[in-house]
């Protein structure tokens, strides 16, 4: 699709802003969502606010019969792997498999090489994206103790990512000192990797000579993580700061959220931490080993409640592939991380599908909520004026993650052979069809997200 055009949207079921359904089409005009009209023509005579759309009218259409339109998945913490460790990934196939996953928009962290530090740093992985990516795209900057200036000064960026633990070299940050001068200077959001270094090395050296893989949750335990998130909560009310807690494990920090939330707090959690838990490990092995790792069904379930009463604001995938080879290394060398841009709207679908929470919920935590927090303007909403970031959705139909048709580099899933429904039909980006019903466009560029002060 060129740009600069009309897109029509027929006889989809469209999720409104207010989380209720209408049947009806969508025009886009240059990337933007135009007119939103109901398809009964007499609901249209009864209100002129919504009036049809012509056959005319439109350069491209698209029949929707059947499938429901949502706004495009904002996946708001990835590891696309480069620069510097294309093996695994790149930004070209990452994106690729975002838009077979309906993801239209990505926010990707620091932990690249060279690490993303400095505002020239930023700059480059902006313009690879520019040249490279189906999808639109954000970057994280990343906190070394030393304090750069362009931490404070870098843009645009959706915030600054700090790892407390699971990390080695300059992104560490795991002594208090440091960590409160991050915190007492600037005002843009601060995104934790929340597990304390200090109890993870101390375990390592106490499970030393373990090969079992199951053997990493106990090592970053619960309490590692709980440690961590409580410090980080501590000098965020101190100063005041834009919190966001990536990838919340455990029940214990989803508790201490719910007793103890400041309005300028935000919290994510993963599908994995969701759905799967310990017990992973012996079906999938390595594979089910990420960081911080799974948990078990009562973390399961405690995570849950929170999603569903608000505790958790969104959900995030941590996509972060690694290759077979080195996923099939003996623990503890095999490496932690897991892709997830292509299952995790599907996943979520389903458990919306089997009564475990609305269609409507999840495109707020897979959308909406996203872009409030991060203050990205016009998207997460199916309404006249909001980018053209869509996605149409199979609800009728279940199939199987398969390896083979993955598009991700790495070619594996933690979720493989689960059967589920909402796969994406088609996915479009900035008003351009860039996945449609298997084919992928791979000539549609996205757009560097705003992010508003």
Request: include cysteine; charge should be negative.
């Amino acid at each position: 699709m060129v740009a600069n055009s009309i897109l029509i949207i027929r006889h989809a079921r469209i999720l409104l802003p207010d989380g209720d359904f209408m049947t009806g089409d969508v025009q886009v005009t240059d990337g933007t969502i135009a007119r939103v009209t109901r398809a009964d023509v007499a609901a249209t005579q009864a209100n002129p606010l919504l009036p049809s759309i012509s056959p005319e009218d439109g350069t491209l259409e698209i029949d929707a019969h059947g499938l429901t339109l949502l706004p495009g998945v904002i996946d708001p913490q990835v590891h696309f792997r480069e620069p510097g460790l294309e093996h695994k990934e790149d930004l070209f196939t990452a994106s690729c498999a975002c838009a077979k996953g309906g993801v239209t928009s990505f926010l990707e962290m620091p932990n690249t090489k060279p690490l993303t530090t400095t505002q020239p740093t930023l700059d480059s992985k902006l313009q690879l994206a520019a040249q490279k990516s189906l999808v639109n795209y954000g970057f994280f900057i990343g906190a070394t103790p030393e304090v750069l200036p362009d931490l404070l000064q870098s843009n645009p960026t959706p915030g600054i990512k700090i790892f407390m633990g699971s990390m080695h070299g300059p992104l560490l940050n795991d002594q208090e000192e440091g960590l409160e001068k991050i915190f007492a200077y600037g005002s843009r959001l601060i995104a934790v990797h929340a597990e304390n270094q200090a109890r993870i090395m101390e375990r390592r050296q106490q499970f030393a000579g373990i090969t079992d893989p199951a053997i990493h949750s106990q090592i970053q335990d619960n309490l590692a993580a709980l440690q961590a998130t409580q410090l980080a909560l501590k000098l965020s009310k101190k100063y005041q700061r834009r919190l966001h807690i990536l990838h919340m494990s455990t029940a214990e920090e989803a508790d201490l959220l719910r007793q103890d939330k400041p309005a300028w707090v935000t919290a994510e959690v993963t599908p994995q931490h969701l759905l799967l838990n310990t017990s992973a490990y012996e079906t999938i092995g390595t594979l089910a080993q990420m960081n911080p790792p799974l948990r078990s069904p009562h973390d399961n379930a405690v995570l849950w409640q929170a999603l569903l009463d608000g505790v958790i604001d969104f959900i995030a995938t941590d996509h972060a592939p690694h290759t077979l080879e080195e996923k099939a290394q003996i623990y503890p060398n095999s490496p932690s991380g897991m892709p997830g841009v292509e299952t995790s709207l599907p996943l979520m679908l389903t458990q919306a599908v089997q009564g475990r929470c609305t269609i409507a919920q999840v495109a707020n935590w897979m959308s909406t909520a996203v872009a409030k927090a991060y203050r990205i303007p016009n998207k997460g909403a199916i309404a006249p004026g909001y980018d053209a970031d869509l996605v149409l959705v199979d609800l009728d139909t279940y199939r199987p993650v398969v390896r083979e048709e993955l598009q991700t580099k790495c070619k594996w899933s933690p979720f493989e052979g689960w059967h589920l429904t909402g796969f994406p039909v088609v996915t479009i980006v900035g008003g351009q069809v860039v996945f449609d019903r298997g084919t992928i466009h791979s000539s549609v560029r996205g757009q560097a997200l705003r992010f508003d002060a």
